[in-house]
């Protein structure tokens, strides 16, 4: 595609859309803008996260004093004066992950910043499928709503855990959940197809749309990060979709994909599951990876280290989390000879990671580090990432996966690598991006008072976990009490809610900022970070379709910081080389 | 140093899997500290001041070359350390004659001895709940069903864990090096009752075993059978055979 023809594409919109304002709810509610559809899923997000961030509090006051009545509970749990049963426990901490991994984390980093990104750091317009992209954000909303609803029914919510083994979760009277397991079902099928309509978007959008001289390896890595994502997501959730669904009928129709007492075989959900699982977790961390390698270039005022490295690992990553499922299942009752594959392919996708770890170190040594505020959030996904990737070795070591599995060993590694990678490259992003977002600059000291108590309450509350969970207490427990060889280390469990105490009130600073800044916050200017990509040469915030009549021109890659062939720290991609133009005379 | 952290190992294998966690935890725990270190000094070596300018630079191919190779190397003999006791604790089984069946349901495990004619599913079985005795230094085969929901045989001294699947039945074996009681629980959510459900394994020596299996597997012997016995655990442990 040349130049002139985008350019003449690109008039024809801006004279199209000049003609007739959009309405309100056409602008607001039903829109197909690729950044108002961005806005919405954050704020999808971070709704439920306070709701999903809420049971996690939940979950740990009844770990750390059992049996007593929770706070402000006494209100909604009448019968029991505030104290939690073990049905409504086991419904607490299934919900929080559920509503963590595929209401907050997937909105926020997919959604949010897929929608966002993509169109604006390639030079494209919009979305290719604009309307499909609306669909996908009300798709993916309804489904929340729907798995919300499940609060209110008789029996409860799912509470089978959010990776809803079977048989447990196949016949509602081994939990005694009837209809809030099938709400699970229905609204994780909804939520796949919602999730599908985005990936084959952002494929589709980067491969057709990219805009003059943006070649492949000219793209930010947030935007490779967020292409791979789409893939794994577009080849992934269909599998939990089909899963969903055989649990369903399972459940209402006598179906017996999973019921031993039909023929039925409970191993083959966990293999449909972790099938689908495995690539989610990457989904959750590939793009807070690529916001960390946006990041730590333009606050180290240096290019990133090993760019081509950097995108062939998100490459490798993708292809190897296909055939590391099996180390979810070591004990499971899965042939053990292929637990011993399973090992192999997991201690080798350990690789691709450390790989990016060195890399980002690179890319700080020799660098002019500038301590911003997503600056700080970016560095603390780098440190936390590391802790979680190592502790995954223990796991993929077979033997040592025997003891650790199913103890607060696991909940830890998961919440290194969800919460210290997921959550803190959400926060990066959300601070990085939120003047282009909204138009105005966040505040600076409340982004300060957040970042550091969250850091440092998120290692009280989940470094601890590790010592419990080596020290044998199982995961999923209501009552750590109940036995004997978990009782001696009990205070941890205390310190451990009183930290995550501290790490949800650590949120608070970051709502008054949020919503602060929203409406109160300083104008932003075009490019307040001095930043070479392509969001940055479009108003704050960029107008329907982004940028005026002419598309910018893209002459280079996305980290030139300090180059010496510019005076300034910074070269945008859409400034023509010296050179070249020096050439022509 | 670790070992107030890790419960007292009593099996014969556990020394094999706390062995592979020391080695796991020294070589994961120096690497943090390499990089945290090196991190920590770039931030305060490189970090903003008047008049510096970053380094350009794209990166370094012989470095990409050995931060590849020297982890994948690393992990690659990790590997082949752990295989050794994978195989060894759950992919074969040692010779034995001490054979038990447990079965699991919601929320016990019903611990079932062959009786003296040393075959299950006969009128001496002898079924106890949420207990079993067994002798010191001999291996135990365990025949683990479920009747309902996935549960896990969790013995965090025996480093002994395997889920029970219903339609399923997976033979497992531990060998224990020292007598006293351990806790049983069940490591895979099963439902409301999951927490709490749990056993004592009597590890006994082998004068008080005899003793305790006159006394209890013998025809006739007043022992206390679970109240359930195998009548009901024909729903779902039942289907696959």
């Not at chain 1, 770890?357 to 440190?383: D, E, K, Q, Y």
């Not at chain 1, 916050?521 to 108003?539: F, H, R």
């Not at chain 2, 270190?37 to 470095?63: C, S």
Request: aromatic share 14%; with cysteine.
């Amino acid at each position: 595609m040349s130049a002139p023809s985008a350019t003449a594409h690109g008039h024809a919109h801006v004279a199209h859309t000049g003609h007739h304002e959009l309405g309100f709810i056409r602008t607001y509610v039903f829109s197909t803008d690729h950044k108002m559809i961005a806005r919405q899923f954050l704020f999808l997000g971070l709704f439920m996260m306070v709701i999903g961030g809420l049971l996690a509090m939940v979950v740990r006051w009844q770990l750390a004093w059992p049996e007593t009545p929770v706070p402000g509970l006494s209100g909604i749990l009448k019968e029991t004066q505030g104290i939690l049963e073990p049905s409504t426990y086991n419904m607490a901490f299934t919900m929080h992950a559920t509503i963590m991994i595929f209401f907050v984390i997937m909105p926020i980093l997919a959604g949010a910043f897929g929608n966002f990104c993509i169109p604006l750091m390639i030079g494209a317009r919009d979305m290719a499928f604009p309307f499909l992209n609306m669909l996908s954000f009300w798709v993916t909303g309804s489904a929340g709503l729907i798995m919300l609803s499940g609060f209110f029914v008789e029996g409860g919510h799912a509470a089978a855990g959010w990776t809803s083994y079977v048989p447990l979760s196949a016949v509602p009277q081994y939990t005694g959940v009837n209809w809030g397991q099938n709400i699970w079902c229905i609204s994780l099928f909804i939520m796949g197809i919602g999730s599908m309509m985005g990936a084959i978007n952002y494929i589709t959008t980067i491969i057709n749309m990219r805009a003059p001289g943006m070649r492949l390896f000219r793209m930010p890595l947030v935007v490779w990060s967020l292409f791979i994502t789409a893939i794994l997501l577009l080849l992934a959730l269909p599998v939990l979709t089909s899963g969903v669904a055989m649990l369903l009928f399972d459940r209402t129709l006598g179906t017996s994909w999973f019921r031993p007492s039909g023929g039925g075989e409970p191993l083959l959900w966990q293999h449909l599951f972790w099938y689908f699982g495995h690539p989610e977790v990457y989904i959750l961390i590939l793009p807070a990876m690529g916001i960390a390698s946006e990041i730590l270039p333009v606050f180290a005022r240096k290019p990133i280290f090993g760019y081509h490295a950097m995108a062939f690992s998100l490459i490798g990553i993708a292809f190897l989390s296909w055939i590391v499922y099996g180390h979810h299942m070591f004990v499971s009752g899965m042939n053990p000879a292929l637990g011993m594959a399973f090992t192999v392919t997991t201690m080798i996708i350990a690789v691709p990671s450390a790989i990016k770890t060195f890399n980002w170190l690179g890319t700080l040594w020799g660098g002019r580090i500038i301590f911003t505020v997503p600056m700080l959030n970016a560095l603390a996904f780098v440190s936390m990432f590391v802790i979680g990737g190592l502790s995954g070795i223990f796991m993929a070591s077979t033997p040592v996966d025997i003891y650790i599995q199913d103890t607060y060993f696991i909940v830890a590694h998961i919440h290194y690598v969800v919460f210290g990678g997921s959550i803190f490259g959400a926060f990066a992003g959300i601070y990085y991006w939120f003047p282009k977002m909204f138009g105005r600059m966040t505040n600076t000291a409340l982004g300060y008072v957040h970042f550091w108590p969250t850091f440092v309450f998120f290692n009280l509350t989940f470094f601890p976990m590790h010592i419990i969970g080596v020290g044998g207490q199982m995961r999923r427990i209501y009552n750590p009490l109940q036995y004997e060889f978990l009782q001696h280390q009990q205070h941890w469990n205390v310190f451990i809610t009183i930290s995550a105490i501290g790490l949800g009130l650590a949120q608070i600073p970051f709502v008054v900022n949020f919503f602060w800044s929203l409406f109160a916050g300083k104008k932003a200017p075009l490019n307040p970070w001095n930043s070479n990509t392509l969001e940055w040469t479009a108003p704050s915030p960029p107008p329907h379709l982004n940028w005026g009549p002419t598309l910018p021109t893209v002459y280079r890659g996305p980290y030139e910081y300090s180059s010496p062939e510019a005076k300034e720290d910074f070269l945008p991609q859409t400034q023509p080389p010296v050179r070249a133009a020096a050439a022509r005379h | 140093m670790l070992n107030w952290w890790l419960p007292e190992n009593v099996s014969t294998y556990g020394h094999d899997i706390d062995w592979l966690f020391h080695l796991i935890y020294w070589i994961t725990g120096i690497t943090f500290i390499l990089v945290a270190v090196t991190m920590i000094a770039f931030l305060v070596m490189y970090r903003d001041r008047p008049g510096r300018r970053a380094r350009y630079t794209h990166g370094n191919t012989p470095l990409e070359i050995a931060w590849t190779i020297v982890p994948a190397l690393i992990l690659v003999v990790l590997t082949f350390l752990s295989l050794p006791a994978w195989s060894r604790i759950k992919m074969t089984m040692p010779q034995t004659d001490f054979v038990l069946q447990v079965t699991a349901k919601q929320f016990n495990w019903q611990v079932t001895y062959p009786g003296p004619d040393g075959k299950f599913g006969t009128e001496d079985d002898k079924t106890f709940l949420d207990e079993m005795h067994v002798p010191v230094n001999k291996v135990v085969r365990v025949n683990l069903k479920s009747q309902d929901v996935i549960h896990s045989f969790f013995v965090p001294q025996f480093r002994m864990k395997q889920d029970a699947v219903p339609g399923r039945e997976i033979g497992q074996w531990f060998e224990v090096t020292k007598p006293g009681k351990y806790e049983l629980p069940c490591a895979e959510l099963c439902g409301f009752g999951h927490s709490g459900m749990k056993g004592w394994i009597y590890v006994h020596t082998a004068e008080e075993y005899a003793k305790w299996a006159a006394e209890n597997l013998l025809a006739g012997s007043g022992a206390a059978p679970a109240e359930e016995k195998k009548s009901e655990s024909t729903m779902e442990g039942k289907a696959k055979s």
